[in-house]
């Protein structure tokens, strides 16, 4: 998947803001399935603020991986607020991150648990949290791009306004 420049920009951002902080990031992702963890590592010195990642398809990873209680998919479905922000916080868990964001929804081609194809959650967990929904339009590798692109942007900017 070839990330636009713009993305790519933020993406070396992030990797430069968290080295002067001395911080790290973690990812767990579901739809996005390795991109937002790809864009960041694409960037020299990444190796000094990427620690890893899951990508988490199933749910069964999901409660195994990343410490996802299973009544929080019981009760909202795999995709929720509530289970992004779970995943991001069994990311930072999981490998003692400073930051770690974390991905769910549907790429399609078909509705997933009575949730349209481009419904997305982005959670970003750390010093400071944020979670943001999408609804996006397209084709499956368009609904993927685009919430790379976000979960990165929406990242970044946290970083640039951080006190």
Known sequence: MALPKEILGFAAEIVEHLRQRGETISTAESLTAGAVSSAIVTISGASDVFVGGVTAYRDEIKTSHLGVDPSIIEKHTVI????????????????????????????????????????????????????????????????????????????????????
Do not use: C, Y
């Open 80 to 163: 929720s607020e509530e289970v992004a922000v779970a995943m991001a916080k069994g990311a930072i868990k999981s490998f003692g991150t400073t930051w770690a964001i974390g991905t769910t929804g549907v790429a399609g081609p078909n509705p997933l648990d009575g949730h349209p194809v481009g419904a997305v959650w982005v959670a970003i967990e750390g010093p400071i949290s944020q979670s943001i929904e999408l609804s996006l339009s397209g084709e499956r590798e368009s609904v993927r791009n685009a919430a790379t692109s976000s979960a990165i942007a929406t990242f970044a900017r946290i970083l640039r306004h951080r006190p």
